[in-house]
């Protein structure tokens, strides 16, 4: 059974940092793009980060650039998302995800979602 498991949400005061994990089992990590979305309410889901199967790429939504550093470790099945220098417009709820593809593809299938973990920053 596929499982991606969002952990490490919370509230925060802006300025401040968080760690999001994402807990993988069922599927082979270590052949996916894995990536970090975000959907804040009334707001479409965005992209925030990917990083590539071997990790060696990493790619970033613009606002989030300098501040969000995503990362992976396939021995452990997990994906990590260091927030730091929080602004109340980073609050959303977010999802980890694999993709089957190239993160860079424009159509890439990200087939398996996590149910998401509620970041809120408060001013």
């Known amino acids: 059974q596929v499982q991606l498991v969002e952990s490490g949400g919370g509230s925060v005061q802006a300025g401040g940092s968080l760690r999001l994990s994402c807990a993988a089992s069922g599927f082979s990590l270590a052949w996916y793009c894995m990536a970090w979305f975000r959907q804040a309410p009334g707001k479409e889901r965005e992209e925030v980060a990917s990083?590539?199967?071997?990790?060696?790429?990493?790619y970033y939504l613009d606002s989030v650039k300098g501040r969000f550093t995503i990362a992976r470790d396939n021995a452990k099945r997990a994906l990590y998302l260091q927030m730091i220098s929080l602004k109340p417009e980073d609050t959303a709820i977010y999802y980890c995800a694999a993709g089957a593809g190239r993160c860079t593809d424009e159509d890439i299938d990200y087939k398996y979602w996590g149910q998401g973990t509620q970041v809120t920053v408060s001013s």
């Open positions: 990083i590539s199967p071997a990790g060696g790429s990493a």
